[in-house]
């Protein structure tokens, strides 16, 4: 599985000269968690203004990832990435994590609001993506605490399966039996609303395959 791992910033805190130390570091080291657990990341430079998410995302979808992993780094203005993140056919995944697990007096005292208010950008992003009907998945919580990463490649694989479940083509040996409920889906629908292909199977086919077999087939 690939994911494109796409971290969200402000260009104002460059232009300011805030310093990115604490979430570089997080970022370079929640990618590595992600690869350990099996995945394969593309990485990107922080994004920040509509030019970079563009540029980003044609990237990732050249690359053929199964998914975009988004992370806020910071405040993101959702202008900036919403109409490349709701026009692509990749799925979005959000992962909203911060570097600080405890976030308390002490912890304000140190600064640490700088590098853990990414839930911002978080509630704008995703208010923006309901609004423009996109669909995405979100998995909160502290990084260290291993489920919330567990849920981001939960999310990642349910990607890959639905994807592999478009255009798929079965055969349908038999049919539904009469009364039975589960089985009775019109072929038109599956194909309209998942992109599968229904091909009924005859018992004159069935038939010539099993003759075909070989006893030493059959022994193996």
């Given amino acids: 599985m690939k994911i494109g791992y796409l971290p969200l910033y402000i260009k ?4 300011i000269g805030a310093k990115r130390a604490v979430m570089q570091k997080f970022y370079e080291d929640t990618t590595e968690i992600f690869r350990e657990k099996g995945l394969t990341v593309v990485t990107s430079d922080f994004c920040r203004i509509e030019s970079e998410f563009k540029e980003t995302v044609k990237r990732f979808e050249d690359e053929k990832v199964d998914a975009i992993v988004t992370w806020h780094a910071a405040y993101s ?35 640490a609001v700088s590098w853990n208010h990414g839930i911002h950008g978080v509630m704008d992003m995703c208010s923006m993506l ?26 990642v694989k349910s ?3 639905a994807r592999k479940l478009k255009g798929m083509k079965v055969g349908l040996v038999g ?7 589960d089985f009775a889906v019109d072929p038109a629908e599956l194909k309209e609303r998942f992109g599968i292909t229904v091909e009924n199977v005859d ?8 003759s075909d077999i070989t006893e030493e087939e ?3």
């Avoid at 104002?12 to 232009?15: N, P």
């Fill in 12 to 15: 104002l805190y460059d232009d």
């Fill in 77 to 111: 203005p959702s202008l900036e990435s919403i109409e490349v993140l709701a026009n692509t056919n990749l799925p979005i995944i959000v992962f909203d994590s911060t570097p600080t697990k405890v976030f308390d007096q002490d912890a304000i005292l140190q600064g």
């Fill in 130 to 155: 309901k609004r423009y009907g996109k669909p995405y998945a979100i998995a909160a919580g502290h990084y260290l605490d291993g489920e919330c990463i567990n849920r981001v490649i939960g999310f």
């Fill in 159 to 161: 990607a890959v399966a």
């Fill in 175 to 181: 049919g539904a039996f009469k009364g039975m409920g």
């Fill in 203 to 210: 018992k004159a086919y069935l038939a010539g395959l099993v």
């Fill in 218 to 220: 059959i022994e193996k």
